[in-house]
C-alpha cells in the first residue's frame, strides 16, 4: 500500500473515534437532560437525515476536488456541531450538524481509495478501512463510556485552568470537551494526505441537474445484476447496524443490569467482532468470490435471537464477537465488489453517494421502526427476536434473487472481465 492510503486511515481513525465517542456522550446530555428513552435512537436518525438529503450533492462535492481537502472541510463541519453541543443547542440538533460533515466526508474517505489503488487491492483495502473504522468504533465507544464514568468525569471537571472558564459542569460536557481534541487531530491528519492527482470533469452545481445526474446512477447501480446485490446487501446491513448499536444499549440495561458507561463497552464488543471478520475476508475472499459470502447473512440473524438466552457478561461477549465477526466477514466483500461495480459504471463519488443514500435510508426506517417499538414499551427479548428474523428472511430473498440472475450470465466471470476493464 501506498505511504498516503497510511495516512487517509489515520484522518478516518481520529474523525471516527470522535464520532462514535460523542454520540455516547450525546446519550449522557439526553440523560442529564431526563429525556425519555425513545429520544435517544432519535440521535443516530437525527445523525443520518444528512446523508439522504445530501446524497445528490455530496458526490459532485467530492470530485471536485482533491479528496484530502474534501475531507478538512467536512471535518471542520463535524467540529462546528461539536461546538453546539456546548451552547445549549437541542444534542439532536447539534449531532445532526455532525452527521452532515460526515455525509459529505464518506464519498471523499472511499472516493480516494479507487484513485491510489488498483481494483485487486480494494478487498484487501476495504479490510483495512473497515478494520481502523470498527477500531475506532470499538475504542470510541469504551472512550465515551469512560469519559461519562462518575471516576474519570469527576477528574476532568476538577481540572481548573486559570483565567479560562470554560463553563463545563457536567459528565457529558466534560467528554465532549475532549472529544473535541480528537477532531483536530483528524484534521491535522487531513492536511497531510497527499494529491492523487485524479481529476474529474468539471462539476455540476445547478441543483436541478444534480438531483437529475444523481437519480441516472441510482438506476444504473440498482439496474445492475452485481450493483443490485452488493446495493442490497449493504443497504440492509447498515441499517442493521445502526439498530444493534441501540439494540445492544438497551438489551446490557435490561437484561445485565448495566449502566451505560458499562454497556458501551459492550458496542465495542460486537465491534471487535466486526473487525475480525472484516480482515478475515479480506484476507481470504477475492473480489472475484465475493458474492459467496451471502449465507453469511442467514447465519447472522439466526444466532443474533441466541442473546434471548444469555443473562450474564460471560456470556455476553463471546456471542457479540461472533454476530460481530459474522457481519465483517459478510459486509466488507459486498463493499468492495460495490465500490468496484460504481467505479466501473460511473465515477467513485457519484457511485459512493448513490450508496450511502441507499444505506441511510435503511438506516432512518429502521431506527424510526426502532424508536416506535421502544415507544410501545415492547420487552428487550421480543425485539431481539423480531431483529434476527427480519435479517435471515430479508438476506433470503436477496440470495434467491442472486440465483435468479445466476441464470442469465456468470457473475464471477463479470466481476473478473470488471477488474481486468477498469485496471485497463
Known amino acids: 500500500m501506498k505511504p498516503g492510503f497510511y495516512t487517509v486511515m489515520a484522518a478516518q481513525f481520529f474523525s471516527s473515534l470522535a464520532d462514535n465517542a460523542l454520540l455516547i456522550a450525546a446519550i449522557q446530555l439526553l440523560v442529564e437532560m431526563h429525556a425519555p428513552d425513545w429520544i435517544k435512537p432519535m440521535l443516530k436518525l437525527f445523525f443520518t437525515v444528512s446523508y439522504v438529503v445530501l446524497a445528490p450533492f455530496v458526490g459532485a ?107 463545563v459542569d457536567s459528565a457529558a460536557e466534560s467528554a465532549i470537551l475532549v472529544i473535541l481534541v480528537m477532531y483536530v487531530i483528524a484534521a491535522l491528519f487531513n492536511l497531510r494526505i497527499p494529491d492523487t492527482g485524479a481529476r474529474y470533469p468539471h462539476q455540476q452545481v445547478n441543483p436541478f441537474k444534480l438531483i437529475t445526474e444523481f437519480a441516472r446512477c441510482f ?49 465495542g464488543v460486537v465491534a471487535i467482532g466486526l473487525a475480525l471478520g472484516a480482515v478475515l475476508a479480506a484476507r481470504w475472499i477475492p473480489l472475484r468470490r465475493s458474492l459467496r459470502v451471502l449465507p453469511f447473512g442467514i447465519a447472522m440473524g439466526l444466532v443474533v435471537p441466541m442473546m434471548t438466552l444469555v443473562t450474564t457478561i460471560e456470556y455476553a461477549y463471546p456471542l457479540l464477537i461472533i454476530i460481530g465477526g459474522m457481519a465483517g466477514f459478510f459486509l466488507v466483500p459486498m463493499n468492495a465488489l460495490l465500490q468496484h461495480r460504481g467505479h466501473v459504471l460511473m465515477s467513485a463519488g457519484h457511485s459512493i453517494a448513490v450508496q450511502n443514500f441507499n444505506e441511510n435510508i435503511s438506516v432512518l426506517l429502521m431506527l424510526a421502526l426502532y424508536a416506535g417499538l421502544v415507544k410501545m414499551n415492547l420487552p428487550v427479548n421480543t425485539v431481539v427476536l423480531l431483529f434476527g428474523a427480519f435479517v435471515a428472511l430479508s438476506i433470503m430473498a436477496v440470495i434467491r434473487l442472486h440465483a435468479r440472475n445466476q441464470r442469465e450470465f456468470d457473475s464471477e466471470a463479470l466481476i473478473g472481465e470488471g477488474s481486468h476493464s477498469s485496471h485497463g
Open 219 to 267: 438506476r444504473v447501480l440498482w439496474r445492475d445484476k452485481l450493483g443490485q446485490i452488493s446495493l442490497a446487501v449493504t443497504t440492509l446491513l447498515w441499517g442493521v447496524g445502526a439498530t444493534l448499536q441501540f439494540l445492544v444499549l438497551d438489551w446490557a440495561k435490561h437484561t445485565l443490569h448495566m449502566p451505560l458507561s458499562r454497556a458501551a463497552v459492550l458496542q
Open 61 to 167: 462535492f467530492a470530485d471536485s476536488m482533491p479528496k484530502g481537502r474534501v475531507m478538512f472541510v467536512t471535518n471542520t463541519i463535524k467540529i462546528a456541531g461539536c461546538l453546539l453541543m456546548f451552547f445549549t443547542v437541542h444534542p439532536l440538533l447539534a449531532y445532526a450538524v455532525v452527521g452532515f460533515g460526515a455525509a459529505a466526508y464518506s464519498p471523499a474517505k472511499y472516493g480516494i481509495l479507487t484513485e491510489m489503488l488498483p481494483p485487486e487491492k480494494l478487498v484487501a483495502a476495504n479490510g483495512w478501512i473497515e478494520g481502523t473504522t470498527v477500531t475506532s468504533i470499538i475504542l470510541g465507544t469504551v472512550l465515551g463510556g469512560a469519559l461519562i464514568s462518575p471516576k474519570v468525569s469527576s477528574y476532568l471537571l476538577g481540572i481548573d485552568l486559570p483565567v479560562i472558564d470554560l463553563g
